[in-house]
């Protein structure tokens, strides 16, 4: 039991789709004109989506996003749309750790950008091996970097430090990014007051329970419609529908305007997330934007196992309130306990009910308590960073 | 007719800031422009800090003249520098700016490709000092300011017409009258209304870049937001046919009833002052605890309240108001023409035909389908072909797209489902 990932472009969609023996549910990226528009379920039969059933799909696809991409098209109209405006250079960066066959995948994909960028740039966060280095040598205009202290925060640190370009954008070494990803992300630094744009990610693959509830429970897909954020119309906490660090492009200015990634947060440290989040919000609070740019597609491949899968989700809790911890302790930001009760009450609690009641639909009760374990650790864990951090800073 | 190398007369008005006016000589020095065909007229408008003897000591390479005024205000100042230009461009920068090198070349370059008319540059705000949240709103509006100029397809309209970084031919600025001096605040839009008018074409050159250095807090843009008020009022004694799209018309399309606060900013009465004043007051706390809701919502009254105290100022109270718009009602004013346009001509051969007639509205169908209007917009320029399509997109993209599904233009998604129908009946 598994679902097929497809990449349709509704141009050229096909009658209807076959080949997909041993599936019984297709997901699909729906495509007009290679600009992404919306996504359908289907169910599959016999290997088959058969015609009826992808028409039926394709028309819960078509909203007035769709026509608006299918009416500029049809106009000859192009974005950005200000006048006089030139895309910044950018220098691309991937931070990893030893893996190297997913990094060859994502860098691969980077050579075959519609938008070269002007470099890329490997981070190699604290190595056990030299297999990072030796894949990069594979690759001659790929510049390798290689950062000792520990966690994403520090290696994309030390990337926007080591990058030459203005703008730096970030992807993940699991990730895919389509060739139009970066030329998509500059577009939306035509006004000089974003410093982060950010980008669609759809699941490479949904070959397991697993993964599929990944994407059910926290995808990293923000929607198809493009979104300007300002803390004049949106509340800067409130920072997960900006988008995420595994797609996401920043002005190499931002540590000079609103500081760096907090090193006590995210991947490899004990809070294990929220330091994009907690980056998004510093930006919206000092009066910058973020926009999330739809067009800007990559391909990211979820946590296979279950057991991954629920340390991610307790990761997610944990990185969330740590980042929190920080806003309200360094940052002061006193309107938090009102949006932390307001998750509490509208959806974390709603869910672990209807996961008690075993309700149809409802999310696997493991995950629902080990976010909200997750949630009750971040504090401490934020704390325990911070500590982390300072004893490294000594040892250094 | 414009000499290939026009002459250019810069004209700053300046009022008590010395050093920037140093910063924005020193800028004007290092223009690509050549300076033998540059002049810079500076008037000082009441200054007590040492800008007569920083001027008078000066010697630019380029023709230079430096008036002195008391303190008269800076539509005064403008106008009595432009009075004493002799080039074929008034180019007017506040004191307040850093043009970019290449800024006179870039206004210059744009006159050329539409002679007779105005160039707005762009005008990015660099801000001086802490940033608040009142000082950030600043600089996110002269930023999305910018950003709806540089907007592809734009329609100037006379509010478009800002005098920190904008060029006029000096012929046309001669012929529609220059400012009109009564104006304290709100002039720049005044005479872009009557550039409009006139029939001059206004257009945003991007590369044109002065940048300027904003040291405007809450208290300085809440005295604006009153002076914006009254002005406003006095746009609509100008010019009675704007009265009705000015937003203090609002009042009048909501039945008469204005937040309370906003009344009592309108009657002038001691209860709205006080209220007003405690409410300034609690700006900095809601900002110091982080509630950036509650401290938007207290502004926006605050702005309210200044807004309305500006017009009752003006009108003297609801009555004045009253009878301000009643006047408005003018049966005699004509409707503009609308043209009729078919898109199922071409977009290219409707653009060329805007581009010919100038209509202030459009009629638009797709073959005998009515697909919508673009109605005329009072004080904005008349259409040119550049609108169309950024127009249909924002104004009319779902009911185009009816029409031209009916029309049975071919698109993906619909053409299969009308195959499935067909074979199922």
Same mark, same amino acid.
């Given at each position: 039991?598994a679902?097929?990932v497809?990449?349709?472009?509704?141009?050229?969609?096909?009658? +209807?789709?076959?080949g997909?023996?041993?599936?019984?549910?297709?997901?699909?990226?729906?495509?007009?004109?290679?600009?992404?528009?919306?996504?359908a379920?289907?169910?599959?039969?016999?290997?088959?989506?058969?015609?009826?059933?992808?028409?039926?799909?394709?028309?819960?696809?078509?909203d007035?996003?769709l026509?608006?991409?299918?009416?500029?098209?049809?106009?000859?109209?192009?974005?950005?749309?200000?006048?006089?405006?030139?895309?910044?250079?950018?220098?691309?960066?991937?931070c990893?750790?030893?893996?190297?066959?997913?990094?060859?995948?994502?860098?691969?994909?980077?050579?075959?950008?519609?938008?070269p960028?002007l470099?890329?740039?490997?981070?190699?966060?604290?190595?056990?091996?030299?297999?990072?280095?030796d894949?990069?040598?594979?690759?001659?205009?790929?510049?390798?970097?290689? +950062?000792?202290?520990?966690?994403?925060?520090?290696?994309?640190?030390?990337?926007?430090?080591?990058?030459?370009? +203005?703008?730096?954008?970030?992807?993940d070494?699991?990730?895919?990014?389509?060739?139009?990803?970066?030329?998509?992300?500059?577009?939306?630094?035509?006004?000089?007051?974003?410093?982060?744009?950010?980008?669609?990610?759809?699941?490479r693959?949904?070959?397991?329970?697993?993964?599929?509830?990944?994407?059910?429970?926290?995808?990293?897909?923000?929607?198809?419609?493009?979104?300007?954020?300002?803390?004049?119309?949106?509340?800067?906490?409130?920072?997960?529908?900006?988008?995420?660090?595994?797609?996401?492009?920043?002005r190499?200015?931002?540590?000079?305007?609103?500081?760096?990634?907090?090193?006590?947060?995210?991947?490899?440290?004990?809070s294990?997330?929220?330091?994009?989040?907690?980056?998004?919000?510093r930006?919206?609070a000092?009066?910058?934007?973020?926009?999330?740019?739809?067009?800007?597609?990559?391909?990211?491949?979820?946590?296979?196992?279950?057991?991954?899968?629920?340390?991610?989700v307790f990761?997610?809790?944990?990185?969330?309130?740590?980042?929190w911890?920080?806003?309200?302790f360094?940052?002061?930001?006193?309107g938090?306990?009102?949006l932390a009760?307001?998750?509490?009450?509208?959806?974390?609690?709603?869910?672990l009910?209807?996961?008690?009641?075993?309700?149809p639909?409802?999310?696997?009760?493991?995950?629902?308590?080990?976010?909200?374990?997750?949630?009750?650790?971040?504090?401490?864990?934020?704390?325990a960073?911070?500590?982390?951090?300072?004893?490294?800073?000594?040892?250094? | 007719v414009?000499?290939?190398?026009?002459?250019?007369?810069?004209?700053?008005?300046?009022?008590?800031?010395c050093?920037?006016?140093?910063?924005?000589?020193?800028?004007?020095?290092?223009?690509?422009?050549?300076?033998?065909r540059?002049?810079?007229?500076?008037?000082?408008?009441?200054?007590?800090?040492?800008?007569a003897?920083?001027?008078?000591?000066?010697?630019?390479?380029?023709?230079?003249?430096?008036?002195?005024?008391?303190g008269?205000?800076?539509?005064?100042?403008?106008?009595?520098?432009?009075?004493?230009?002799?080039?074929?461009?008034?180019l007017?920068?506040?004191?307040?700016?850093?043009?970019?090198?290449?800024?006179?070349?870039?206004?210059?370059?744009?006159?050329?490709e539409?002679?007779?008319?105005?160039?707005?540059?762009?005008?990015p705000?660099?801000?001086?000092?802490?940033l608040?949240?009142a000082?950030?709103?600043?600089?996110?509006w002269?930023?999305?300011?910018?950003?709806?100029?540089?907007?592809?397809?734009?329609?100037?309209?006379?509010?478009d017409?800002?005098?920190?970084?904008?060029?006029?031919a000096?012929?046309?600025?001669a012929?529609?009258?220059?400012?009109?001096?009564?104006?304290?605040?709100?002039?720049?839009?005044?005479l872009?209304?009557?550039?409009?008018?006139?029939?001059?074409?206004?257009?945003?050159?991007?590369?044109?870049?002065?940048?300027?250095?904003?040291?405007?807090?809450?208290?300085?843009?809440?005295?604006?937001?009153?002076?914006?008020?009254?002005?406003?009022?006095?746009?609509?004694?100008?010019?009675?046919?704007?009265?009705?799209?000015?937003?203090?018309?609002?009042?009048?399309a909501?039945?008469?009833?204005?937040?309370?606060?906003?009344?009592?900013?309108?009657?002038?009465?001691?209860?709205?002052?006080?209220?007003?004043?405690?409410?300034?007051l609690?700006?900095?706390?809601?900002?110091?605890?982080?509630?950036?809701?509650?401290?938007?919502?207290?502004?926006?009254?605050?702005?309210?309240?200044?807004y309305?105290?500006?017009?009752?100022?003006?009108?003297?109270?609801?009555?004045?108001?009253?009878a301000?718009?009643?006047?408005?009602?003018?049966?005699?004013v004509e409707p503009?023409?609308?043209?009729?346009v078919?898109?199922?001509?071409g977009?290219?051969?409707?653009?060329?035909?805007l581009?010919?007639?100038?209509?202030?509205?459009?009629?638009?169908?797709?073959?005998?389908?009515?697909?919508?209007?673009?109605?005329p917009?009072?004080?904005?320029e008349?259409?040119?072909?550049?609108?169309?399509?950024?127009?249909?997109?924002?104004?009319?993209?779902?009911p185009?797209?009816?029409?031209?599904?009916?029309?049975?233009?071919?698109?993906?998604?619909?053409?299969r489902?009308?195959?499935?129908?067909?074979?199922?009946?």
């Open positions: 039991v679902t097929a497809l990449d349709l472009e509704l141009s050229t969609r096909p009658r +209807e789709i076959s997909l023996d041993g599936y019984d549910r297709a997901f699909a990226l729906v495509r007009l004109h290679g600009r992404p528009v919306g996504q379920l289907f169910a599959v039969a016999g290997g088959r989506v058969a015609e009826g059933e992808l028409d039926a799909g394709l028309l819960e696809v078509a007035e996003n026509w608006r991409a299918w009416i500029a098209r049809w106009m000859g109209w192009t974005e950005p749309a200000s006048a006089g405006f030139d895309p910044p250079a950018a220098s691309v960066v991937v990893t750790r030893d893996r190297p066959d997913d990094l060859r995948v994502c860098v691969e994909a980077l050579t075959r950008l519609d938008h960028p470099e890329v740039v490997v981070v190699d966060n604290r190595p056990a091996t030299s297999s990072t280095v894949l990069v040598r594979a690759f001659p205009g790929v510049r390798y970097v290689r +950062e000792d202290r520990p966690g994403a925060s520090a290696a994309r640190n030390r990337g926007l430090r080591e990058a030459r370009g +203005e703008v730096v954008a970030f992807t070494d699991d990730a895919v990014p389509d060739p139009a990803w970066l030329g998509a992300l500059l577009t939306g630094f035509d006004d000089p007051l974003v410093l982060c744009v950010t980008g669609l990610t759809m699941p693959e949904l070959e397991t329970r697993a993964q599929e509830w990944s994407e059910r429970h926290s995808p990293f897909g923000r929607g198809f419609r493009r979104a300007v954020f300002d803390h004049s119309w949106h509340d800067p906490l409130h920072a997960s529908p900006m988008g995420a660090s595994v797609n996401m492009a920043l190499r200015s931002v540590p000079d305007l609103v500081g760096l990634f907090d090193e006590a947060l995210g991947p490899g440290t004990p294990c997330s929220g330091e994009d989040h907690e980056l998004f919000t930006i919206l000092r009066g910058y934007r973020v926009v999330y740019e739809p067009s800007a597609l990559c391909w990211h491949r979820h946590r296979r196992t279950w057991e991954d899968l629920r340390r991610m990761g997610y809790g944990a990185g969330v309130y740590a980042a911890t920080r806003e309200l360094v940052e002061g930001e006193l938090l306990p009102r009760w307001g998750w509490l009450r509208h959806d974390q609690a709603p869910a009910a209807r996961a008690l009641l075993r309700r639909g409802s999310v696997p009760l493991d995950l629902v308590l080990a976010e909200l374990r997750g949630c009750a650790a971040g504090p401490w864990r934020y704390l960073g911070r500590r982390r951090l300072r004893r490294l800073e000594r040892a250094a | 414009i000499a290939p190398v026009p002459k250019v007369s810069v004209v700053v008005p300046t009022h008590q800031r050093e920037s006016l140093r910063r924005l000589l020193n800028a004007l020095r290092a223009q690509t422009y050549p300076a033998e540059m002049e810079l007229v500076v008037v000082a408008d009441g200054c007590t800090d040492g800008t003897d920083l001027l008078r000591s000066e010697r630019p390479p380029f023709g230079f003249r430096f008036l002195e005024q008391p008269l205000g800076a539509t005064m100042a403008r106008s009595h520098g432009a009075a004493w230009t002799t080039g074929d461009l008034i007017f920068l506040d004191d307040d700016t850093e043009p970019a090198p290449g800024l006179v070349e870039a206004h210059v370059r744009a006159h050329a539409t002679p007779g008319g105005a160039v707005v540059g762009a005008l705000p660099v801000m001086t000092g802490a608040d949240l000082r950030m709103g600043i600089r996110s002269w930023d999305d300011e910018v950003l709806r100029l540089a907007r592809r397809g734009h329609r100037f309209g006379y509010g017409l800002l005098t920190g970084n904008v060029s006029v000096a012929a046309t600025f012929a529609v009258g220059g400012f009109d001096t009564t104006f304290r605040c709100r002039e720049d839009y005044e872009g209304l009557r550039l409009i008018r006139a029939g001059a074409p206004l257009r945003f050159a991007p590369d044109a870049v002065a940048r300027h250095h904003e040291s405007s807090g809450l208290d300085r843009s809440l005295r604006r937001v009153q002076a914006e008020g009254a002005a406003e009022v006095k746009m609509g004694l100008r010019h009675p046919e704007l009265r009705l799209s000015l937003p203090l018309a609002e009042v009048h909501l039945g008469g009833t204005l937040p309370w606060l906003q009344r009592m900013a309108l009657a002038r009465s001691r209860r709205g002052v006080v209220v007003a004043r405690i409410l300034r609690a700006l900095p706390a809601l900002e110091r605890l982080r509630l950036r809701g509650s401290w938007r919502r207290v502004y926006n009254r605050l702005r309210g309240y200044h309305w105290r500006g017009v009752g100022d003006e009108v003297g109270g609801p009555r004045g108001l009253a301000y718009l009643h006047a408005g009602l003018d049966p005699a503009e023409a609308e043209l009729e078919d898109l199922a001509e977009l290219e051969r409707i653009e060329v035909i581009d010919r007639e100038r209509p202030s509205g459009l009629r638009i169908r797709y073959g005998d389908r009515f697909v919508g209007r673009l109605p917009k009072v004080g904005a008349p259409l040119r072909g550049e609108h169309l399509r950024a127009a249909l997109l924002d104004h009319l993209a779902v185009l797209i009816t029409a031209l599904a009916i029309a049975g233009v071919e698109m993906p998604g619909i053409r489902r009308r195959a499935a129908r067909q074979i199922r009946t």
